[in-house]
């Protein structure tokens, strides 16, 4: 028996870990070195995750990467105020989609009425 046979595993990064995402003019509350080496470290788990999803692709582990954009946390109070945020149930559900979902998702971003 496999102890790992069907596992499913969601890892809740950021668009911040990305080029399109970081934003480097809201140091309202970070310092812009923090927020450039949060978006480092965000940016390295996104691409261990995908080399990691290509390792497992013939394997019964999957593992989903899920990029909200901001999200209403107390981390982003005074932040990004002008954008629409998500609520942490918004996630939950993208999560559980990834779960139940048919689909082989590897990836999957949400924003909040994104134009």
């Not at 595993?9 to 995402?21: L, Q």
Request: hydrophobic fraction near 35%; proline fraction near 3%.
């Amino acid at each position: 028996m496999h102890t790992f046979d069907d596992m499913k595993v969601a890892v809740i990064t950021s668009t911040s870990g990305t080029e399109e995402g970081a934003d480097y003019n809201e140091f309202k509350v970070w310092d812009k070195f923090e927020y450039v080496q949060y978006c480092e470290i965000k940016n390295e788990l996104i691409k261990y995750i995908e080399e990691l999803q290509q390792e497992l692709v013939l394997k019964p582990l999957s593992v989903y990467d899920i990029c909200p954009d901001v999200v209403d946390t107390d981390m982003t109070k005074g932040l990004w105020e002008h954008l629409p945020k998500l609520k942490a149930q918004e996630v939950a559900e993208a999560v559980r989609y990834c779960f139940e979902s048919t689909f082989n998702v590897n990836k999957i971003v949400i924003q909040k009425n994104a134009r």
